[in-house]
């Protein structure tokens, strides 16, 4: 079979040759989005009298049929034609005859792979967007129904201070958010047109740059013909920000697997997101935030893996370049399927509010809110901190909680307890009484997630 690019050649490619310069076995992946850019690309040569109106109709139509076929399986991709690009320009040909060579006429395939990659991840990042809010979502959802849901709240993964669940819950909402922002910026770089560069200097022939941007929905044309061609940092812009998406991902998923565990039984996840064990029968495996904990690791790969290829590499385009793809594939990929699962697991979660409830009572989480006592009555706050190290050292030693002391025994300690001091440890009292903007206090919490709404509302309007 010759190949399109044959003429200056006098032998075969050797096979293993073939086999490694080809990108069609993953780029096949494109050929939406090189098809789309085709469209585009020769209307503008037709609208530019740059070939008859003629031709660039049938070539159009010789697409659109390409694309039918491809969607109905008629058409099998082939190594020896290397690229997605050459192939559906085989296809094209096949389809209409030699009229089909026109459409390559003022392009490259440099320009013409990275207009393909700027159109892919321009929708995927809007469709991942939206993946993220339906976790935004889903997390406001268990929110609303667990403000005043108390459980301890931990520093170092020792019990600290207790907190409401539904801010615990928000905290990722917020990092969604940062997420969500980081995403809609990077959609600013990849809203470029590369396409009329060429191979990397121009065109000899006088093309319509803004047309093709214009048809394709492009905001701007890379002004720099070789930059245009030989730019990746889109590509690593959305790999970076996956990587930041994905660790957070990971730590939520982290948390689950903690909370659903026997030790904690905080939450209980639906028995659709888990699996069994083949030989301990009473099992229930966490197994997908697992997963998702552990998927973190081939997206930061991709991102290490591109930024690796890219470093070093002269201008303009090379081949080295055909290795941005699949870090970019799977990433896309990794990324949409994890954030389709974490909303309905998030949404589906059973919360033991009993459990977490009486966690909150068998510990000494509420020994902060006893310096505050102090301090309150007048007491510096380091002289309150050392009488309260006394007092809880003293229960643990009486092996007996806060609640449980007697007011004589608080008295040993200082003269300014009283009464109400039960009334302050009640863990109710304890969280209600962190309601400093942004605190755990149900009606900050409330408050907080006002604004979540308001800020998945933003966006969507
Ligand atoms: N398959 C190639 C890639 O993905 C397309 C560009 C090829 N250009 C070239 N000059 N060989 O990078």
């Known amino acids: 079979m010759s190949k399109l690019w044959g003429g200056r050649f006098t032998k075969e490619t050797n ?15 494109l050929a939406h989005e090189d098809i789309e ?13 740059i ?45 209409i005859g030699p009229v089909g060579g026109k459409l ?10 990275a207009t393909d990659m700027h159109l892919y991840l321009k929708n995927h990042t809007v469709e991942i967007i939206s993946l993220v809010e339906a976790v935004q ?29 539904a801010h615990h819950l928000l905290a990722y909402f917020w990092m969604l958010e940062r997420d969500k922002g980081r995403l809609l910026d990077s959609l600013e770089r ?59 991902i990971s730590r939520l998923s982290e948390e689950l697997v903690i909370w659903s565990s026997q030790e904690f039984q905080f939450v209980e996840l639906d028995d659709s997101f888990c699996t069994g064990s083949s030989i301990m029968p009473q099992k229930k495996n966490p197994d997908v935030p697992e997963l998702l904990r552990a998927k973190t690791g081939r997206v930061y790969g991709n991102l290490m893996g591109l930024l690796t290829v890219l470093k070093g590499l002269p201008l303009a385009y090379n081949k080295d370049m055909q290795e941005d793809k699949e870090g970019m594939f799977d990433t896309v990929e990794t990324l949409e399927g994890s954030l389709q699962l974490l909303a309905p697991m998030i949404e589906t979660m059973v919360v033991n509010v009993e459990k977490m409830r009486s966690a909150v009572n068998h510990d000494y989480s509420n020994a902060t809110d006893i310096a505050d006592y102090l301090v309150t009555k007048g007491l510096p706050f380091r002289d309150a901190h050392e009488v309260i190290g006394k007092t809880v050292l003293y ?14 025994e608080y008295k040993q300690f200082h003269e300014l307890f009283e ?16 309601n400093s903007y942004g605190g755990t206090a149900p009606k900050q919490v409330k408050q907080q997630i006002i604004l979540a709404k308001e800020a998945l509302n933003n966006v969507k309007g």
């Open 137 to 165: 979502a889903a997390i406001i959802e268990q929110a609303e129904k667990n403000v005043d849901t108390i459980i301890p709240g931990y520093t170092h993964l020792q019990r600290a201070q207790p907190i409401s669940f």
């Open 51 to 95: 070939i008859s109106k003629e031709d660039a109709d049938k070539i159009k139509q010789g697409l659109q049929k390409v694309k039918e076929k491809l969607e109905n399986g008629e058409l099998t991709y082939s190594v020896a034609n290397e690229d997605i690009h050459m192939n559906i320009e085989k296809f094209l040909i096949d389809e």
């Open 395 to 408: 229960a643990i030693e009486k092996k007996k909680f806060l609640l449980e002391l007697s007011l004589e």
């Open 190 to 248: 990849v809203n470029w047109l590369p396409l009329g560069a060429g191979a990397l200097a121009g065109t000899t022939f006088p093309i319509d740059r803004e047309r093709v941007a214009e048809l394709l929905g492009f905001a701007h044309v890379y002004p720099n013909s070789m930059d245009a061609v030989s730019d990746r940092d889109f590509i690593l812009e959305f790999l970076s920000t996956a990587s930041i998406l994905m660790m957070h």
């Open 104 to 113: 390559h006429t003022g392009r490259s395939r440099n320009d013409q792979v």
């Open 419 to 434: 009464d109400d001091i039960y009334e302050v440890l009640t863990p109710e009292h304890v969280v209600g009484a962190r």
């Open 15 to 29: 096979k293993l040759v073939e086999e490694l310069t080809a990108s069609i076995s993953f780029d096949q992946k």
């Open 37 to 49: 850019g085709s469209i585009a690309h020769v209307q503008m040569l037709g609208e530019c009298n």
